[in-house]
């Protein structure tokens, strides 16, 4: 059946692959060639450029990589692997054409500066970019965004040596369009921007976080305006210009957190085996980054671990030398907001949001997973961002259905006779009261 399938499955790509093109490519000479001309018909001349981009050198022979990216267009089609692949990529081409050309009618940019006279092949190539190209279409650069899609698509599956030279192929794409005077700085992070949401919108492995999952759960509105209140007051600060600018990126970060506890749950934050997507590690950076030294500090004096059990010990998430140092053997991660470490012998994952509590389906699966774990290791250590929510319920949930607890007071006390810091809050009880109404043996109370 698989010599059957695989022919047909080719074909089937083959034609998808085919009609993205036939679709996109008068899509992107129309919309980037109109928007070009709007700019132009208006007499834009405001420019965002920073004093020290004067140092940034006018190579000729970089148009070459710059031309390039056509050739890396077609050629990326031809990486999928499958429909759904080529789906996909091409929908986060076509979303990268409308967000920017978008941006570029709403907030019209011109490049300020004057390419110098160029001759013999590099100065051809320059005449035909020329003949299209005006120097409009600035923030964010479409030439960066398309570049992080195509990217994606050529290094995803490629052997290592060739992912190297993708890789380094990549940033000097990026680069020329600096030296070849064709954007300023500020195109490029902006690019890279669009960029990698295309790719969080468009995911490889699960379908886009924007999508109603049937059952999910994904309402904490009081969370999801925190979240968005920070993306307004970065917003705010990036709108004071100058290096005030990258501010952009926390505010981005924030706005997807939002959604996620809006609307897209746990798997907004696309973990899969315990690693985020490429696009969230790039995009929630400043996230992370600040959550990651939020933890540190709500724990930097308790116990990074407190022992439960004789095998189960439970903790914040911790880097690869506290695993080390700790001999633990498995690893389950609740956090979705982290990768967990790669180091560990035995890795487990079920994401869940921070400070919320989780659906009895997902607290189940949690503690089925530590059981899998408890059989399989000898030293395990359950943990969340601190170590004293998601965690320990998890680890109170695993005691009442293992058998351990009898009630859920008194896993409650098993948890806190080793980490005194956990807090149960009313919410907490009721979901595990509701995991074990079905066990009659045991007393939900």
């Known amino acids: 059946m698989n010599t059957v399938a695989t022919p047909v499955r080719e074909s089937i790509r083959l034609k998808h692959s085919l009609a993205w093109l036939v679709l996109l490519a008068p899509l992107f000479f129309l919309s980037y060639g109109w928007s070009n001309q709007w700019a132009a018909s208006r007499g834009v001349t405001e420019s965002i450029v920073f004093a020290w981009e004067w140092v940034i050198p006018f190579l000729p022979w970089t148009i070459l990589p710059y031309w390039s990216i056509d050739l890396m267009y077609g050629f990326s089609f031809l990486a999928c692997r499958g429909p759904r692949e080529v789906n996909h990529h091409g929908l986060r081409l076509l979303t990268a054409q409308l967000i920017s050309v978008s941006c570029f009618i709403l907030f019209p940019l011109r490049f300020s500066g004057e390419k110098p006279e160029t001759t013999g092949i590099f100065g051809t190539f320059f005449d035909l970019l020329a003949g299209f190209d005006l120097p409009y279409n600035q923030a964010p650069s479409l030439h960066i965004s398309l570049l992080v899609i195509i990217w994606w698509a050529l290094v995803r599956r490629a052997s290592p040596e060739m992912r190297w030279v993708w890789h380094s192929w990549a940033v000097l794409v990026a680069v020329s369009v600096l030296t070849t005077w064709q954007h300023h700085f500020i195109d490029v992070p902006t690019g890279l921007l669009v960029g990698f949401l295309c790719l969080w919108l468009w995911p490889d492995r699960v379908d886009s976080p924007l999508l109603i999952r049937k059952g999910a759960r994904r309402s904490h509105p009081q969370l999801a305006l ?70 540190r500090l709500w724990t930097r004096q308790q116990p990074a671990a407190n022992q439960i059990t004789d095998k189960v010990w439970l903790g914040r998430i911790p880097t690869a030398s506290e695993l080390s140092r700790g001999g633990f053997d498995a690893l389950v991660d609740l956090t979705a907001e982290f990768d967990s470490p790669r180091t560990a012998t035995q890795r487990y994952s079920v994401p869940m949001l921070d400070l919320t509590v989780p659906d009895v389906n997902t607290l189940k699966q949690a503690a089925d997973t530590l059981e899998t774990a408890h059989q399989n290791g000898a030293r395990i250590l359950v943990c969340c961002a601190l170590g004293y929510s998601r965690s320990a319920l998890t680890v109170a949930a695993w005691l009442l259905l293992s058998g351990r607890a009898d009630s859920v007071n008194n896993a409650i006390r098993m948890i806190k006779a080793g980490r005194p810091q956990v807090v149960f809050k009313e919410t907490h009880r009721q979901v595990l009261k509701a995991l074990i109404l079905k066990a009659p043996n045991h007393d939900p109370t």
Do not use: E, H
Not at 271 to 283: I, S
């Open 226 to 295: 925190s979240y968005l209140l920070g993306a307004v007051i970065c917003t705010l600060i990036a709108m004071l210009g100058g290096w005030a600018l990258l501010a952009m990126w926390p505010a981005a970060a924030l706005t997807l957190v939002a959604i996620n506890y809006a609307w897209a749950g746990a798997a907004g934050f696309q973990k899969q085996d315990g690693q985020q997507a490429v696009a969230v590690r790039w995009l929630l950076a400043p996230y992370r980054l600040g959550a990651w030294i939020n933890s």
